[in-house]
């Protein structure tokens, strides 16, 4: 079973910044694909990032690229989501999620999701 945690989560400022940050455990990290997807409300829930488990691979919805920048630490287990300039419409709920391939970009290609933190982008 694999657990995944996000932190980071919180309200901000039009055009500021944060980063989320998803620890794992119960898996070997390093051979997992992991993305970032959100949920607003209302709609279904949309990919945002994903990094390959080697080779540092990225890849971008267009609506974030250019203000995000997904990560990974595979000795601490985390991959982080760094958010700038961000505006009202990236508010929603952000998940982790890890997948067992080398890298994924639609739900049902990954395997374990976490609880969701919720980011809010309001003045």
């Known amino acids: 079973q694999v657990q995944l945690v996000e932190s980071g989560g919180g309200l901000v400022q039009p055009g500021g910044s944060l980063r989320l940050s998803c620890a794992a455990s119960g898996h070997t990290f390093s051979s997992y694909a992991m993305g970032w997807f959100r949920q607003a409300p209302g709609k279904e829930r949309e990919f945002v990032a994903a990094i390959s488990w080697s080779l540092g691979i990225t890849y971008y919805t267009d609506s974030v690229k250019g203000r995000s920048t997904i990560s990974r630490d595979n000795a601490k287990n985390t991959v982080y989501l760094q958010m700038n300039s961000l505006k009202p419409e990236d508010t929603a709920v952000y998940y982790c999620?890890?997948?067992?391939?080398?890298?994924?970009?639609?739900?049902?290609?990954?395997?374990?999701w976490g609880q969701g933190t919720q980011v809010t982008v309001s003045s």
């Open positions: 999620a890890a997948a067992g391939r080398w890298l994924a970009v639609t739900p049902e290609e990954y395997d374990y």
